[in-house]
């Protein structure tokens, strides 16, 4: 089967039903209030697990998926099923060879929504596992949908899982461990802390309250997409901090400070300039803006943690799901202190921020694959040989940003 003939199937249409491709275990999807959680959320709380997510380019997956249908014996397949949930009211059935998309029920109304969601199942068989690449074969089929039928469309990593003995398929978060901080119960003082960030925030003035308030919101969006695309989240976590540095940062001037000096230092005595030559091309490099916006990062970044920041604590919660009854766990904390996590080293912090701001870059304009460790198999304390993961990336902008806060109220009084 040509691939190409194998990718014009992926164009779902309505049409003569083929053989059943029944669900995991022999199940049928039946509607619970598991079942239409929105794509990536929880009934209440959250997956007992954490994994590595290792983010490919679009379409990798994909095409593996359709080179293993082309080569794999039709015995050694097995249906697989993915929620997909989209714009609209329940649609009909559609199948076409090998893919079925049938409607599941709709999705209860959220604050925010602008019309109604509903919740499909689709269907294709495979021969792999569950495993890091089945997962991302469910996204980049997602992506396909949204791209040729012109409509929003979420397929959530999800691992679907049934109930012995029963016929309801519950679908668990894969990936969801990311940063389990965020899904930790509220804090008792939030209010408490509220009032007092707000009774200070009033004393800001118009220019802080713009750049503030554009890394706040940055933030904000990097927490609500984490569970979805914690790609585009680490995108807005690098950017938050952006906006901040170039407003309170000061742009380098030392070039032994740049990680490459001694490069160009080495390129110099070879070209045999003499010193007068190699200020001038120094100095022309300094002023190049790309650079400076790095270094800028870098530098503000690996200096704008307050010394207090080492004293707090990054919690890791955690919950245990009982489908039997469709309940969780009560929260269960592993605290780590932040000291053990971030070092003080300002060189180090500099060389991981320095490799955050490529990683970011390297994906935004050249769609490199992105790489971002899970809570797990994170070495700590963290190197300068490796970018920032997600989740205490997270953690350091949202103290910079409270404490820039404090800092420019400070100031004004």
């Not at 239409?36 to 009934?43: F, I, K, T």
């Not at 714009?87 to 999705?107: D, N």
């Not at 308030?213 to 940055?218: D, E, T, V």
């Amino acid at each position: 089967m040509p691939l190409a003939d194998a990718a014009r199937r992926l164009d779902v249409s309505c049409g003569k039903r083929p053989a059943a491709l029944p669900p995991a275990h022999g199940a049928t999807p039946r509607l619970s209030g598991q079942t239409l959680d929105g794509p990536g959320e929880r009934p209440r709380r959250h997956s007992p697990k954490a994994y590595l997510i290792v983010w490919c380019p679009p379409m990798k997956h994909l095409v593996a998926w359709l080179r293993r249908l082309r080569t794999t014996p039709d015995s050694e397949l097995r249906p697989q099923i993915t929620r997909v949930f989209h714009a609209g009211h329940l649609p009909q059935a559609s199948f076409a060879p090998r893919l079925s998309i049938q409607p599941l029920g709709p999705v209860p109304f959220r604050p925010g929504d602008t019309g109604p969601e509903s919740c499909s199942v689709l269907q294709f068989p495979d021969s792999l596992p569950v495993s890091e690449a089945s997962m991302m074969l469910k996204e980049d089929l997602g992506a396909l949908l949204c791209l040729i039928s012109r409509r929003r469309i979420a397929a959530p990593l999800e691992i679907p899982i049934s109930v012995k003995g029963t016929n309801t398929i519950h679908f668990l978060p894969y990936g969801g461990g990311l940063d389990r901080e965020l899904i930790g119960p509220l804090p008792q003082d939030t209010v408490a802390r509220l009032s007092q960030t707000l009774t200070g925030v009033q004393e800001i003035n118009e220019r802080d309250t713009a750049v503030l308030g554009a890394a706040m919101k940055l933030h904000y969006g990097a927490c609500l997409l984490v569970e979805r695309d914690v790609r585009s989240a680490y995108v807005l976590l690098v950017a938050a901090l952006e906006v901040l540095s170039r407003s309170y940062g000061q742009p380098p001037q030392d070039w032994t400070t740049w990680e490459d000096s001694s490069t160009w230092d080495a390129v110099f005595v070879e070209l045999g300039l003499t010193v007068q030559q190699q200020d001038v091309l120094r100095s022309k490099l300094l002023s190049n803006r790309q650079l400076r916006l790095k270094r800028t990062f870098t530098e503000y970044a690996a200096n704008a943690l307050p010394d207090d920041f080492w004293n707090l604590t990054w919690e890791q919660w955690s919950y245990t799901y009982h489908p039997q009854d469709s309940s969780w766990s009560e929260p269960v904390s592993s605290p780590i202190p932040v000291a053990e996590i971030v070092p003080r080293d300002v060189d180090v912090l500099s060389k991981a921020f320095a490799r955050t701001y490529d990683v970011r870059s390297a994906y935004v304009h050249r769609g490199d694959e992105f790489d971002v460790a899970g809570s797990l198999k994170v070495s700590l304390p963290l190197s300068g040989d490796t970018p920032i993961p997600y989740q205490f990336l997270r953690l350091i902008v949202g103290q910079v940003i409270l404490h820039e806060m404090h800092r420019v109220q400070t100031r004004q009084n």
